[in-house]
């Protein structure tokens, strides 16, 4: 056999493993590597039109205003810090996979930046999830819809968890559609984003 036919054939066997992964398991597979997650961005039809003003990658985030569980609203993004947002919801599976890793990053985050939870539900759901998986980060809840918070930061698919990180000048510097393949994955993705920061000379490492 031919070379080139050769490297046909392994990219089509490739190419139909990975349809067959996303049938079986959902498009989670996918979305757990970069590729995959620009793939999905540029073939998956989103779900919500961008609302007007919505920031890209670099641009300075708008402030929003969410609710506490247990405080008053909160302003976000706040000024001068490193804040990954999550979003999540008790009734999805894979957010409450990701919980317990957001929550051993924050506690080993030594202040470097700034772990928030957002749930994109009814908040008495909400919060029976926060009492059966305690996490030590703020958590505040907000109305879902096509005009939420998430989707304003590129979440137009309404998938959960969906996850941004901001810098201390308020930039969008990054977006993760999804549940992270695991803990180390999701420090990773916070300390490639800061290490590569002018300024910050490696000493935000959160690994």
Known sequence: M???????????????????????????????????????ERFIPPEYPAPAGSPGIGDVVAPFTVTGFSGPAQRLPEPGRWQVINYWASWCGPCRLEMPWLDAVHRSSEGRFDIIGIA??????????????????????????????????????????????ID??????????????????????IADAMHDQPG???????R
């Open 120 to 165: 994109l539900e009814n908040p008495g759901d909400a919060a029976i999830l926060l009492t059966e998986i305690p996490v030590g980060f703020p958590q505040h809840h907000e109305t879902p819809g096509s005009q939420d918070s998430s989707v304003r930061l590129g979440n137009a698919w309404g998938v959960m968890p969906f996850t941004v990180l």
């Open 168 to 189: 201390p000048q308020g930039r969008l510097v990054k977006r993760h559609i999804g549940v992270f393949a695991g803990e180390r994955q999701l420090r990773e993705w």
């Open 2 to 40: 031919k070379p080139l036919r050769v490297i046909a054939v392994a990219l089509l066997a490739a190419l139909l493993g990975l349809a067959m992964g996303i049938f079986v398991a959902g498009p989670g597979v996918l979305l757990r590597t970069e590729v995959g997650q620009k793939l999905f």
């Open 200 to 206: 910050t000379g490696g000493r935000t490492d959160p």
